[in-house]
């Protein structure tokens, strides 16, 4: 596994002024209004299990297929992932709503104790599966990077389970939203 850390970017003559930073608040309500699937992100091996609800992750590359999600840096789950090696993605559906709060924190419970929501299987690389899962993806690390307050992780892919074509659950404008499966009317 590599680690890096992103410093700054040239992206112009080194004589161009730097823009004004953002506001943090402005830059939250744009992100806001970019809609993306939801994922519960999970980890599993000798340095525990944990889970949480994501929506930075995509794709990188299909040669080798590999994947990247983006986890705040001061946060459990990226110390449980990088410990562990390892981390499946579980794309949500349709009723996952409350799947997703738990593994978004709402109720309080701990890494572990959020796995008693849904039904639980393993990948091959010991990460927890979600049985329901419009699609799984599971990864072992490869390389990280860490940009300001959170770590860029990459991740080769091992194995992909694709579920049911179910409508997928979606996130925009802070809210859930479910987009109707393209052969419904």
Do not use: K
Request: with cysteine.
């Amino acid at each position: 596994m590599t680690t890096t850390t992103a410093s700054a970017v040239a992206s112009g003559p080194a004589e161009t002024a730097a823009a004004a930073p953002v506001a943090a608040e402005l830059f939250r309500d744009a992100m806001a209004r970019v809609g993306a699937a939801v994922h519960v992100v999970t980890t599993g091996g000798a340095a525990g299990r944990g889970g949480a609800t994501m929506t930075a992750v995509t794709s990188v590359s299909d040669r080798p297929p590999t994947v990247l999600i983006c986890l705040n840096r001061g946060g459990r789950l990226n110390g449980l992932i990088r410990a562990n090696g390892v981390f499946a993605i579980n794309t949500l559906v349709d009723g996952d709503e409350d799947l997703a709060g738990v593994f978004a924190g709402l109720d309080g419970r701990d890494h572990e104790a959020r796995f008693e929501v849904g039904s639980w299987g393993r990948a091959a690389t010991g990460a927890p599966i979600l049985e329901g899962a419009r699609a799984v993806i599971d990864c072992r690390i490869s390389e990280v990077s860490e940009v300001g307050s959170h770590a860029v992780i990459f991740g080769v892919v091992e194995a992909v389970r694709v579920g049911p074509a179910q409508p997928p659950l979606f996130y925009v404008d802070r809210a859930y939203r479910v987009l109707p499966h393209p052969g419904e009317g």
